[in-house]
């Protein structure tokens, strides 16, 4: 067993966009596991818009992390020790293991999941958080119909992409939002979407109306702000407006509210919020509808990896100003 | 039959506040109805924060006032002549006539009302359309359950203090929101809400707190802004915020949307807007279920009266700087 396990410590809470100044990348010992406890070295670590969120020293729907905690993420990892029955050494997990290379946690707190079945990443992203993001937020909350229109923002982003599958799946009319003509291209060509509005090089309101003809029936945001407000204005009767999360508002101090929100009276439309975790008690039903659609072909997954545990902070801000392209992780070992 | 009918015309377009020279009150002769159509006298015309809406010309549930038109607005009144088969000269009729003294009407588009039953303005309030607002708004968009916390803003107007008092009867712990010593003794002292908060001398926030140890359940919202934001940091777990109006909003040029809109996700609550006309159809079910409260006493309905169509556009404004103490009403005969 290797004796030393790095880091990334949360030491002061960002302003604005995180700076490697914000964290520390500190070397310890690589912890022991004690009863009922497994010891996880981590392979592949998600790193997600939500985390900006945890780095905020504010109520929300659970606790930010600590100021000198090891900084909060999920991960996928193997087994290297293990004081739970359930668990041996060289099995595959996935739990919130945080951004280091070594993790301890209860084997109750932990998902086995199957490296032959499909590449680790892949438990990250459409078998992973996002998936059931993207399942139960679009089914549940947003419970579009077929024949319905239903667009989402941050559409070629991990929850995005799939999100937008799902509804083609389910016989909507899909349409995404997303920066610049490879993304576009992307979200058309591969992944059938039915148009892509670039938000970068075109007017967002102006081409939602012309590809909502018939207004927006669910519009699941992941991004807030003017996007938001666009979209708000072009909500069909009874619309379902998806709130999954805000990244343009992230790093702001503060956030800009839905201006046009009084179209919710006009149309009796409603917007709902909801995090992925209330929906533990389903997540099987969840993994079995995205595993069946991986592999039948109807649902594709993409990965955005980038090596080394060391490239943290300027890894993260690729979910801020748009770098990543699909579901991004750090490749810890 | 008296030959001059005065009416208020909206002659210009409101910048803010409504001022009277956005105004003309017009003699014009008495209309004669064609065949279909009855004359009716109006008595008392409904005055509504709803109104400030239509002034504007935008896109919404219903087309705004044409400039030269006269101002809309619901009344009641008394038929005095009549071309349709189902209405007598004498008989008591509601609809939407206008600032007018008279106006003519299709016989489908009015509702007999029972002068006998109850005193005429109660048919522009708990009998009216603010009694169909409150009753659908709670029961059918806010769904609250006997033991829950609701929570309602302009508690002391027409459809606050309805919605107060139907949660109340409904089994619900109910706090208010008005402006002033005197609104809010009369919602905990008359109508028996549990707690009232004066907004103008209290902290609101600090007073939900307070009010509110488990969070709010329903917030029923007629004003927007400040307060709308300092509920959303206090739901409860799968909170309803039900859009009703928003009266801090309606003479502002740019439309301040609600910032803590993210504590949706945080406590996977919904936010849903509606509009009295989408319940039309279930009229009767509301009309008769206010009729029995009134008649066992549960329910009170007070309306505030102003005596004189000519003080239209003054009588307006105590809409907007909360002197109304009631369902207001402008005495036209």
């Given at each position: 067993?290797?004796?030393?396990?790095?880091?990334?410590?949360?030491?002061?809470?960002?302003?604005?966009?995180?700076?490697?100044?914000?964290?520390?990348?500190?070397?310890?010992?690589?912890?022991?596991?004690?009863?009922?406890?497994?010891?996880?070295?981590?392979?592949?670590?998600?790193?997600?818009?939500a985390?900006?969120g945890?780095?905020?020293?504010?109520?929300s729907y659970?606790?930010?992390?600590?100021?000198?905690?090891?900084?909060?993420?999920?991960?996928?990892?193997?087994?290297?020790?293990?004081?739970?029955?359930?668990?041996?050494?060289?099995?595959?997990?996935?739990?919130?293991?945080?951004?280091?290379?070594?993790?301890?946690?209860?084997?109750?707190?932990?998902?086995?999941?199957?490296?032959?079945?499909?590449?680790?990443?892949?438990?990250?992203?459409?078998?992973?958080?996002?998936?059931m993001t993207a399942y139960f937020g679009l089914l549940d909350v947003g419970a579009p119909q077929?024949?319905q229109t239903v667009v989402v923002s941050a559409?070629?982003?991990?929850v995005g992409?799939l999100v937008?599958?799902i509804a083609?799946?389910r016989?909507c009319?899909?349409?995404?939002?997303?920066?610049?003509?490879?993304?576009?291209?992307?979200?058309?060509?591969?992944?059938?979407?039915?148009?892509?509005?670039?938000?970068?090089?075109?007017?967002?309101?102006?081409?939602?109306?012309?590809?909502?003809?018939?207004g927006i029936d669910v519009f699941f945001d992941n991004v807030g702000g003017?996007i938001l407000d666009?979209a708000l204005v072009r909500l069909a009767r009874q619309a379902r407006v998806v709130i999954c999360g805000a990244i343009?508002q992230?790093?702001?101090?503060?956030v800009?509210g839905p201006?046009n929100y009084l179209m919710l009276l006009v149309q009796h439309a409603r917007m709902e919020g909801f995090v992925v975790f209330d929906y533990a008690?389903r997540?099987?039903?969840g993994?079995?509808?995205?595993?069946?659609?991986?592999?039948?072909?109807?649902?594709?997954?993409?990965?955005?990896?980038?090596?080394?545990?060391?490239?943290?902070?300027?890894?993260?801000?690729?979910?801020?100003?748009?770098?990543?392209?699909?579901?991004?992780?750090?490749?810890?070992?």
């Amino acid at each position: 067993m290797p004796g030393q396990n790095r880091q990334w410590q949360l030491t002061a809470r960002p302003q604005g966009l995180p700076r490697r100044s914000d964290f520390t990348l500190a070397t310890l010992p690589v912890p022991e596991p004690a009863e009922g406890e497994v010891l996880v070295r981590t392979h592949y670590i998600s790193l997600d818009p939500a985390m900006r969120g945890w780095m905020n020293d504010v109520r929300s729907y659970i606790p930010p992390v600590r100021l000198g905690e090891v900084m909060r993420a999920g991960a996928v990892g193997e087994v290297t020790a293990s004081k739970h029955p359930g668990f041996r050494p060289g099995e595959h997990v996935a739990g919130m293991f945080g951004l280091q290379e070594y993790a301890v946690a209860k084997g109750d707190a932990l998902q086995k999941v199957d490296a032959a079945a499909a590449p680790l990443p892949r438990y990250l992203s459409a078998l992973g958080m996002p998936g059931m993001t993207a399942y139960f937020g679009l089914l549940d909350v947003g419970a579009p119909q077929a024949g319905q229109t239903v667009v989402v923002s941050a559409a070629s982003g991990a929850v995005g992409a799939l999100v937008g599958q799902i509804a083609r799946i389910r016989g909507c009319r899909v349409v995404g939002l997303a920066g610049g003509a490879a993304k576009c291209a992307y979200l058309r060509d591969e992944l059938g979407f039915d148009a892509a509005i670039d938000y970068k090089s075109e007017d967002v309101g102006r081409a939602l109306g012309a590809h909502c003809p018939k207004g927006i029936d669910v519009f699941f945001d992941n991004v807030g702000g003017d996007i938001l407000d666009a979209a708000l204005v072009r909500l069909a009767r009874q619309a379902r407006v998806v709130i999954c999360g805000a990244i343009s508002q992230y790093n702001s101090t503060a956030v800009a509210g839905p201006k046009n929100y009084l179209m919710l009276l006009v149309q009796h439309a409603r917007m709902e919020g909801f995090v992925v975790f209330d929906y533990a008690a389903r997540y099987a039903e969840g993994m079995t509808a995205m595993a069946g659609w991986l592999k039948d072909g109807s649902l594709k997954s993409k990965e955005d990896i980038v090596d080394g545990l060391e490239t943290f902070p300027e890894t993260l801000l690729k979910l801020f100003n748009g770098e990543n392209f699909g579901k991004l992780a750090i490749k810890s070992v």
